[in-house]
Every structure is written in C-alpha cells, then in structure tokens.
C-alpha cells in the first residue's frame, strides 16, 4: 500500500510541474491552435517517460518495498493520478482558469502509465 501511495504522490508531484511548465509557456507565447489528442497523449506518454527516466537516476530502487502484488501499482496508481488530476482541473475551472490537457482523466493517466511503466521495467 506504501509502495502505491508513494508512487501516486510522485506522479502527481511530477504532473503538477509540467502543469506548471505548460501554463508558463501558454503564458509567453499566448493561446496554441488545438492539437490533435492523439497526438497530444503520445507527447504526454513520451514526457511521463522522461519522467521516469529521470526518477531513475535520483531513484534507482523501489521507493519502498515492493509488495506480493508485483506490478499492481503499474495499473492502479496511473488511474488514480488520473483522478487528481481531473480534480484539479475541476478546480482550475472553478476558479475561472482553464484546464490544460494534463489536468483531465485521460492526459494525466497517460502521463502517470508512462512513469510507472519505465521505473516498473527498469528499477533495480
């Protein structure tokens, strides 16, 4: 349970800085014509992997120990990431902000499936 909840945390934590990264750079450049979602949701994947890729090298162990579920956490702790981050784009609607892709079900699933997907092949 440990080993989920730790890996929803960092995921999130990881979501909310590209979100942030994202709103930034909307910011500068200003409103982006529509991209295609598949499209969008390969870019996410990609960058969820980077993620991962990245966790490795300040993480190369399993933040805790794994639990007799091996693999588990690859499917349960993307969907609830992917809850979160709808709900802070739930919020960010509530609060007059548009959502970006990343805060929705779909885009922060991606990107959580991603993370969890690299350090579940590569964590030693």
Do not use: D
Not at 3 to 17: G, K, R, T, W, Y
Not at 47 to 52: D, E, I, Q, S, V
Not at 104 to 110: I, K, L
Request: with cysteine.
């Amino acid at each position: 349970m440990a080993e989920l909840l730790l890996e929803v945390v960092f995921q999130v934590i990881a979501e909310a800085f590209t979100a942030l990264a994202v709103r930034s750079v909307r910011n500068v450049v200003g409103e982006s014509k529509g991209i295609n979602p598949i499209l969008a949701g390969a870019g996410y994947l990609l960058l969820g992997t980077a993620c991962g890729a990245v966790s490795l090298l300040l993480w190369p162990h399993p933040l805790v120990h794994p639990s007799r579920f091996h693999g588990i956490s690859l499917v349960i702790s993307p969907v609830i990431t992917g809850l979160i981050m709808s709900q802070i784009g739930l919020m960010q609607g509530r609060r007059g902000k548009g959502a970006i892709r990343i805060e929705s079900f779909a885009y922060g699933f991606t990107f959580a499936l991603g993370v969890a997907a690299i350090r579940f092949c590569f964590v030693k």
